[in-house]
């Protein structure tokens, strides 16, 4: 996907440098696709896939890429734009490469539920489903906005608010989940080992959509410049 980039020292323009992390982005999205499945196979909602299978290829796929993140950065630092506009490029840059950080951190937490024996209570299968589809839909709205970029700036900072949106609805399915989870620990109808997986479980997934928005709202700056 990179390859095109590769010895294009000298061009250092920002529809190029776009490209680029909107590439990294669509990367991150192929992830997310294979963190939703992982959850799906966890919930018991498909029996299609081994997750240690799935995790291990998430995990190939961020591996076989650092490199090119790696470029992407140095990209921006030898590019000609002014220190602000650098600035700016670089922190959008960190926050996609976070978001690729949390995806992982989170295929992990779903692993570790599955290899301690968790049963999910029925409870939560819903809004576990819910919380990782919309975090899959926010990148693609997020993907959306550097694609829009350069051709309606007007259009990017209403994606910009539609993100804004999808992370307070994903945050109040978390608030949900915790509320349900916690009530269940109560009733002693969960483990506690278990109890702590899921909530870490949930809690990483909430924390990659904030990531997410973060990345997003960062076009807000490049607007300015």
């Not at 995990?59 to 602000?84: L, R």
């Not at 029925?122 to 589809?133: I, K, Q, Y």
Request: charged letters at 25%; a negative charge.
């Amino acid at each position: 996907m990179f390859d095109k980039y590769f010895g294009f020292l000298k061009s250092h323009d920002e529809d190029s440098i776009m490209k680029m992390l909107l590439d990294h982005a669509r990367i991150d999205a192929n992830e997310l696709g294979l963190l939703e499945k992982m959850m799906s196979r966890l919930l018991g909602q498909t029996t299609e896939g081994d997750l240690n299978t799935m995790y291990q290829t998430l995990t190939d796929i961020d591996a076989n890429n650092v490199k090119v993140f790696e470029t992407v950065t140095d990209q921006i630092i030898q590019s000609q734009f002014d220190f602000q506009k650098q600035y700016d490029l670089l922190r959008l840059q960190q926050r996609i490469d976070n978001v690729s950080g949390l995806i992982i951190a989170s295929a992990k937490r779903v692993l570790i539920v599955h290899n301690i024996g968790t049963t999910i209570p029925e409870p939560l299968h819903d809004s576990m489903h819910r919380l990782t589809h919309l975090v899959v839909e926010s990148q693609q709205t997020f993907i959306k906005a550097l694609q829009t970029f350069q051709t309606s700036r007007k259009d990017v900072i209403k994606l910009i608010h539609h993100a804004e949106e999808q992370e307070s609805m994903i945050d109040t399915i978390r608030s949900e989940a915790l509320e349900v989870l916690f009530r269940l620990g109560n009733d002693t109808v969960i483990k506690m080992g278990d109890l702590l997986a899921l909530e870490g479980l949930i809690e990483v997934i909430e924390d990659t959509s904030d990531g997410i928005k973060s990345a997003t709202t960062s076009l807000d700056w490049l607007l300015l410049s």
